[in-house]
């Protein structure tokens, strides 16, 4: 059964950067399976909303509301997948949560808390 692990959120000032990771493991037949990650968001009073979303074959798709900020990468010898944040805002203050496409609900994890001060 595929298992994931996030990491990285933090505290950082408006304007800074962070990487977060979610790295897979697993069978490797269930990890070959996957038809990708998605990375979602849950800011306070919200409900949890996707933001990126990465296929199989390294297609990435980011909302529209981070686009110009954040990034996708990965690593598969790792089966890791990597949301660069770079220019955060307040505004992306919240959880982070990593799943897989489509989601499971088997696979939310406790989330990545980052905070975004002035």
């Known amino acids: 059964q595929v298992r994931l692990v996030e990491s990285g959120g933090g505290l950082v000032q408006a304007g800074g950067s962070l990487r977060l990771s979610c790295s897979a493991s697993g069978p490797p037949e269930s990890l070959m399976v996957l038809q990708g990650w998605t990375w979602y968001r849950q800011t306070p009073g919200a409900q949890r909303v996707q933001i990126a979303y990465?296929?199989?074959?390294?297609?990435?798709n980011l909302d529209d509301a981070v686009k110009d900020r954040f990034a996708l990468s990965r690593d598969l010898g790792k089966n890791t997948v990597y949301l660069e944040m770079t220019n955060l805002k307040p505004d992306d203050t919240g959880i982070y949560y990593c799943?897989?496409?489509?989601?499971?609900?088997?696979?939310w994890g406790p989330g990545l808390q980052v905070t975004v001060f002035l």
């Open positions: 799943n897989t496409f489509p989601p499971s609900d088997a696979l």
């Open positions: 990465m296929s199989s074959r390294g297609t990435a």
